[in-house]
């Protein structure tokens, strides 16, 4: 009788520590060999891709680059270098630069263009006009593709463009040419700016 | 023949409490031999006859007591006298007449319990909270809440769940504790530093969440809450049920859940999108006592998924100006329970053994303890590359063991626990890089005696020895780093608690604490998203030491008794956020830096309670609570430090009538003061104006087939008052919470009453 008892006691007792331990989740990565962040999504490049429209051979690139990410190496930024009274078309590539092959994240900016706008800028004061020329499926404006016009130049160094793109999921308007303040910056990056 | 001779003895017994020598009546005595029980009538007396010569072993259990068994010889020809404990508090044991809850004895403590925790429950443990003096919450708008305890909160404030430490991802300010609160039958708040028991590092205080006892007496018992809120029409239920087992006497299980699910937060002009929730918890446990010894085993899981306002993910600084600068947030919605980028999903698993073994009044325990913790935050935006799975950008696994033994113990007027703890840490990242992949071990050995002087007067005094080891993982550059750190320090505290007068009662507190620096603060690096800021961790900080003392003046005059607490910490090594320059320019923009340092510094305040029962079916109550906490470093005020508030309540008992029992109505009035000392230039939006809310509730039970059901309605910012409070995240963002309607209903369902 009390062996009987007993045993039910210890299996009682038993089947729920082993329920317990089952049910215990575990953690299975490797403590001493952490992922490095450079495996994961990173933006690392913005990219400009100046050129006259009189000119489409004469190409210029200039970059924000920060290869290792937030932190860390401070970013290498590229000046823009414009003539006076010249018009430039720009196309603009976001770029992972860590992948190999180098990843293109413009090109998913691109299929998402309805939640997306770049906008463009002068910090200081200068003659620039920025037009869109690519635009999402309601015709309002995305901001990969732009035309640029230069009519006086300019001896300060000061200036800057600066180029910020917007992720407006579901609040991106409908109608007119987009609201800057609306949304998540994912991209905001400062170009020095010379017209000579 | 011989054989029914034998077989013919009479046994008479009379089962008592040891505290009151009062007969038990309806308890269950079990005669193992014989696979039998009956129970005692009303004058605690019960017979069994027919039994054989022998030795017999005898178990007696009763709703709240201990078990108890004996062993007997028959013939017996005089009555046997069984005497069982009865509990006098959930939670406490007693032995030989002296109660252990394994607290402090001289301390500032309050305890939510009853009542009070059901007029609470449906919300989060750090809201909960919130009615206590002393104690605030820092709030990550509507959902998320830290327990701050004399302005202390994070890892220097410590949450013991059912006995141990609650090890979960408390380095972040956005990071709830991953608690159920249904699972505590109390909740006890210790204020003030509580190093020795608990860990050095419970400087502003402790959180204990304690279960109700389980009960090995006979049969079935259960509970169920519900709760619905009006706001985010939120929905709660969670039950309990226990069984005391008939057949193996000392053995019961209890089985427990809770399941929470909530919407959008409205306030008083918008709703906030994206704030909803769902949570979904379960607990097992199972106790087998002896007279002597005892085991349990208890198993735990939190599971949550919080929505984040989508208004309060920010990219950048521009972003953070644009939504300060507006009303109202530019993201508004209607009503959904719909959660969406930015979340987290939280798991947390607790699995805990416990053996103790009394000798006298003495008793031993031994604990082990498993904890795993999953973190998961995803930012409003998933991975650009489609083909990258959607998953959280940042991912947390923390594994923790604890093993601890301690003595509790009584020689003569002196009485105390010595203990040794063991904790064992892991913890490993996926994702974007915040804190490192760490293991770490540390090891502590305390001791705390009382001393009863006289019959007014107590002493108490501790000592305690930690040492700690972190070992972390993480790449800079590219290249692997793996620093290592030790830390150790002693620890002590004395006390003294005197008995002023019949009416008043003093004690006083001085001790030390220190606190390892977290790896967050040693080795974090990277922008913190809510907060726009980038944080980098010190490699070189050292231990964050303080030195605290405080007076509890506790009074009982008539109708009339509170306390007025006065607490001081000075600290030397105060690890906190300092701004850094230049900021720190990503492709994202430039963001403010902050860089983890050590300054001196001092925290001060007071809180004060007053309950006076001005007629027999009125009470009034006050309560006052005011901290301050001064950089001395720097000569400059610490951020996030609570205001000072004032909770005023006015509650009406009318007579129970029928089924109708006490029945009450109250009225509460919550003043909030805007926060004056806060530092220069270190925050983005100066703080809120002060605040005003009213809170009326009604309430009584019922009794419905002879169960007391307690219902209570309450309206939350009865007056839908706008306001932002200086400890949410949120006020930079949005209002907080409009009026809240709340219905709550406990169910007891007891079928061990006869």
Not at chain 2, 80 to 107: A, F, M, T
Not at chain 2, 270 to 289: D, M, V
Not at chain 2, 328 to 333: C, I, K, L, N, R
Not at chain 2, 695 to 715: F, N, R, S
Request: hydrophobic residues 35%; charged residues 20%; aromatic residues 12%.
């Amino acid at each position: 009788m009390n062996n009987f008892k007993n045993s039910i006691l210890k299996s009682a007792i038993l089947a729920f520590i082993i329920t317990a331990l089952a049910a215990c989740k575990k953690d299975g990565d490797n403590i001493a060999n952490p992922v490095n962040p450079n495996e994961t999504e990173l933006v690392t490049t913005v990219k400009l891709i100046i050129a006259p429209t009189t000119n489409p051979s004469a190409v210029m690139n200039v970059s924000f680059r920060d290869m290792d990410g937030d932190g860390g190496n401070a970013p290498i930024i590229d000046t823009i270098r414009l003539a006076p009274n010249t018009e430039y078309f720009v196309n603009v590539l976001v770029l992972d630069e860590t992948k190999n092959p180098v990843d293109t994240t413009s090109k998913e900016i691109e299929t998402e263009k309805n939640a997306h706008q770049f906008f463009y800028s002068k910090i200081g004061t200068y003659n620039l006009t920025t037009t869109y020329l690519d635009f999402d499926d309601h015709n309002v404006p995305v901001g990969l593709n732009v035309k640029l016009n230069t009519t006086t130049g300019f001896t300060e160094k000061t200036n800057k463009l600066k180029v910020v793109l917007k992720h407006q999921p579901g609040l991106k308007p409908s109608t007119g040419s987009g609201d800057e303040s609306l949304g998540e910056t994912d991209l905001e990056v400062y170009f020095p700016i010379l017209i000579q | 023949m011989l054989q029914s001779i034998d077989c013919k003895n009479k046994l008479k017994g009379i089962v008592l409490y040891t505290n009151s020598k009062e007969p038990v009546d309806g308890a269950m005595v079990f005669v193992e031999e014989i696979n039998k029980y009956v129970l005692t009538n009303t004058q605690g007396e019960f017979y069994f006859d027919s039994l054989c010569t022998g030795k017999y072993k005898l178990h007696v259990d009763m709703f709240l007591c201990a078990h108890k068994d004996t062993i007997m010889y028959l013939p017996f020809t005089s009555d046997l006298i069984i005497e069982i404990v009865k509990r006098v508090h959930d939670g406490e044991i007693l032995i030989e007449g002296y109660s252990i809850n394994n607290q402090p004895e001289i301390s500032s403590k309050e305890t939510l319990e009853k009542e009070e925790l059901a007029r609470l429950r449906g919300t989060s443990l750090g809201e909960s909270l919130k009615t206590i003096p002393g104690v605030s919450a820092l709030q990550t708008g509507p959902t998320i809440f830290k327990p701050v305890i004399q302005g202390m909160y994070g890892t220097r404030v410590l949450i013991m769940n059912n006995g141990i430490r609650q090890e979960g991802q408390q380095w972040g300010n956005e990071h709830a504790p991953e608690v159920d609160p249904f699972i505590a039958s109390k909740i006890t708040v210790i204020k003030g530093a509580q190093s020795i028991r608990y860990g050095s590092d419970a400087i502003g205080g402790v959180v204990l969440l304690e279960p109700e006892a389980l009960n090995t007496f006979r049969g079935t018992k259960a509970q169920i809450n519900l709760g619905g809120f009006s706001n985010n029409r939120a929905g709660v239920a969670s039950a309990i049920i226990e069984h005391g087992f008939l057949k193996i006497p000392g053995l019961a299980i209890r089985l427990q859940g809770t399941m929470r699910k909530g919407g959008n937060t409205k306030t008083p002009d918008y709703w906030l999108k994206n704030t909803g929730f769902k949570e979904a918890n379960f607990s097992l446990a199972a106790a087998y006592q002896r007279n002597r010894w005892g085991m349990e085993t208890f198993y735990s899981q939190f599971n949550t998924e919080l929505g984040i306002f989508a208004g309060s993910h920010i990219g950048n600084v521009t972003d953070l100006i644009n939504a300060i600068n507006s009303n109202q947030p530019a993201v508004t919605s209607g009503f959904s329970y719909s959660i969406e980028r930015p979340k987290q999903i939280v798991n947390h698993e607790l699995w805990k053994n416990k053996i103790y073994y009394t000798l006298g009044q003495n008793r031993l325990v031994i604990e082990y303890a498993r904890q795993y913790n999953k973190r998961q935050e995803y930012d409003s935006h998933k991975a650009y590359n489609p083909n990258l799975p959607d998953m959280a950008q940042l991912q947390f696994e923390l594994t923790t063991h604890n093993i601890q033994s301690y003595l509790e113990h009584k020689i003569g007027r002196l009485r105390g626990v010595a203990g040794v703890m063991y904790i064992n840490q892991s913890n490993t990242y996926e994702g974007r890089y915040f804190i490192p992949n760490f293991k770490s071990n540390a090891i502590g050995v305390y001791i705390t005696e009382t001393y009863k002087v006289s019959s007014k007067t107590k002493l108490e005094a501790g000592l305690r020895y930690d040492y700690k080891t972190v070992q972390s993982y993480y790449y800079e550059n590219n290249v692997l780093q793996s620093p290592y750190r030790t830390f150790q320090s002693p620890t002590v505290s004395l006390g003294i608690a005197n008995d002023l007068s019949k009416h008043l009662n003093l004690q006083v507190r001085l001790g030390t604490a220190f606190r390892p620096p977290n790896v967050n603060e040693l080795y974090s690096n990277g922008v913190h998203h809510g907060a726009a800021a980038y944080e980098i961790g010190n490699p070189n900080l050292k231990s964050e030491h303080s030195t605290n003392l405080s007076f509890t003046l506790n009074y009982f005059f008539k109708k009339c008794f509170g306390y007025i607490h006065a607490y001081g910490y000075y600290f030397s090594n105060y690890i906190y956020l300092k701004p850094a320059f230049p900021a720190t320019l990503t492709i994202r923009g430039a963001f403010p830096t902050f860089e983890y340092t050590q300054v001196k510094a001092t925290y001060g305040g007071f809180d004060i309670a007053l309950n006076d029962s001005l007629t027999k079916h009125l009470i009034y109550s006050t309560r006052v609570s005011l901290v301050s906490a001064y950089d001395r470093s720097q000569n400059d005020w610490l951020i996030y430090i609570p205001p000072t508030k004032w909770q005023n309540g006015i509650k009406y008992l009318f007579r129970s009538k029928g089924k109708i029992i006490k029945p009450f109505v109250s009225l509460d009035a919550v003043c909030v003061a805007h926060k004056s000392n806060t530092p220069e230039g270190g925050d983005y939006k100066v703080p809120p104006p002060a605040y005003f809310l009213l809170q009326v509730e009604i309430g009584t039970y019922i009794t419905v087939a002879k169960q007391d059901m307690l219902i209570t309605l309450t309206g939350q910012n009865l007056l839908n008052t706008r306001y932002r409070d200086y400890l949410d995240r949120f006020r930079y963002y949005a209002d907080a919470a409009g009026r809240n309607i709340i219905i709550r209903l406990q169910i007891p369902l007891d079928f061990i009453k006869h």
